[in-house]
């Protein structure tokens, strides 16, 4: 067990619509990841939060969204969802925003 | 633009020997560099990490070789186990680890009892 929670473990839904993905992070990790996992495209990197702040961005797309809450849990809203959307995401987080991340067992999308 | 290159895809190896996972990266900012094991169901779990003032990190059965003039590193592990069979990812930051981490697309590894 990392000691990162994510919810909900299964998500089932349809094109068009929105949903959101919530990770608690370790008890004292201030950063928080987001990884969206597919097949053909391994670990994609979306973002970054460290102490309630975007600190990185990577190929986040623009109907997608995240914050991070001052009690320090996260969340990744995805809207206008598409099929292309399926996958894992992971939530991961780390102490001080560097070094061993440790990954939630991830939120499984799938979009009909 | 895939920024950390890895190969093999897929590798099938008998019980005993040595899997050996490349990756190259293109970044010469990166200067950390570790290796996740990720199992069915699971999310990815650090393995072994190393940074570039060293070319040689041991971890038991896991040792990751770095070449940094040719931009490489590759992870090998010694008498390998089915318990072993998993997915590998490589991974690269920059800022010591600071700044996110950018995978490798991840080698499929099965060990045969």
Known sequence: DSGVTQTPKHLITATGQRVTLRCSPRSGDLSVYWYQQSLDQGLQFLIQYYNGEERAKGNILERFSAQQFPDLHSELNLSSLELGDSALYFCASSKQGAGELFFGEGSRLTVL | QQQVKQSPQSLIVQKGGIPIINCAYENTAFDYFPWYQ?????????????????????????????????????????????????????AAASGGGADGLTFGKGTHLIIQP
């Open chain 2, 38 to 90: 990720q199992f069915p169901g699971k999310g990815p779990a650090l393995l072994i990490a190393i940074r570039p003032d060293v070319s040689e990190k041991k971890e038991g059965r896991f040792t990751i070789s770095f070449n940094k003039s040719a931009k490489q590193f590759s992870l090998h592990i010694m008498d390998s186990q089915p318990g072993d069979s998993a997915t590998y990812f490589c």
